[in-house]
């Protein structure tokens, strides 16, 4: 069974700044997908970033970017140039070949961006 | 930019009482999910569905819950008869392929049952 967990239930950034949430999984599965997903106060489930797991590069999206570490099986986000609208919580992700779109889920991190 | 769309976005039942949560997933998907996340845990996946049938389901998709698309728009996760443990923000997900293509999650329904 595959586990994902998010060390950090809550984090804070100065707008403008950087910050970095953290997530570990653990697998023994070879073919497999991470995301981070964002969920912002009016619910819905955002996709952030995603990264295939035999891609070396690691996955940028705009302000937002991974430090993928497979043999740590490590994956975090970090987002740079904070803003408000940044402010949610934030999910880590997991998936593999098999399992199609059926996603585990790390706890959360309620990242609170301050003005 | 297309969304997927769930009704209602509270519900409150009774406990025994039979409730059917609504979505209504991106038009040119395939593929359709239902989640769940109780208050406080981690999001859970429930079961997936494509082609009319359900494809996968989790340990928590017992004969209590059961899904179905009634026509060639709505998604819906009805169970039978809830107890106060379902209480919980369900949420509907679509994408248009099994894996690579992303997810696409609505805005939840959040079941609460005294």
């Known amino acids: 069974a595959q586990t994902v967990t998010q060390s950090q239930p809550e984090m804070s950034v100065q707008e403008a700044e950087t910050v970095t949430l953290s997530c570990t999984y653990d697998t023994s599965e070879s073919n497999y997908y991470l995301f981070w997903y964002k969920q912002p106060p009016s619910r819905q489930m955002i996709l952030v970033i995603r990264q295939e797991a035999y891609k070396q590069q690691n996955a940028t999206e705009n302000r937002f970017s991974v430090n993928f570490q497979k043999a740590a099986k490590s994956f975090s986000l970090k987002i740079s140039d904070s803003q408000l609208g940044d402010t949610a919580m934030y999910f880590c992700?997991?998936?593999?070949?098999?399992?199609?779109?059926?996603?585990?889920f790390g706890g959360g991190t309620r990242l609170m961006v301050k003005p | 930019e297309p969304e997927v769309t769930q009704t209602p976005s509270h519900q409150v039942t009774q406990m025994g009482q039979e409730v059917i949560l609504r979505c209504v997933p991106i038009?040119?998907?395939?593929?359709f999910y239902w989640y769940r996340q109780i208050l406080g845990q981690k999001v859970e996946f429930l079961v997936s569905?494509?082609?009319?049938?359900?494809?996968?389901k989790s340990e928590i998709f017992d004969d209590q819950f059961s899904v179905e698309r009634p026509d060639g728009s709505n998604f819906t996760l009805k169970i039978r008869s809830t107890k106060l443990e379902d209480s919980a923000m369900y949420f509907c997900?679509?994408?248009?392929?099994?894996?690579?293509?992303?997810?696409?999650f609505g805005n939840g329904t959040r079941l609460t049952v005294t």
């Open positions: 997900a679509s994408s248009l392929d099994r894996l690579s293509s992303p997810l696409h």
């Open positions: 569905f494509y082609n009319n049938e359900i494809s996968e």
């Open positions: 992700a997991f998936t593999h070949n098999n399992a199609g779109n059926m996603l585990t």
């Open positions: 038009s040119n998907h395939l593929y």
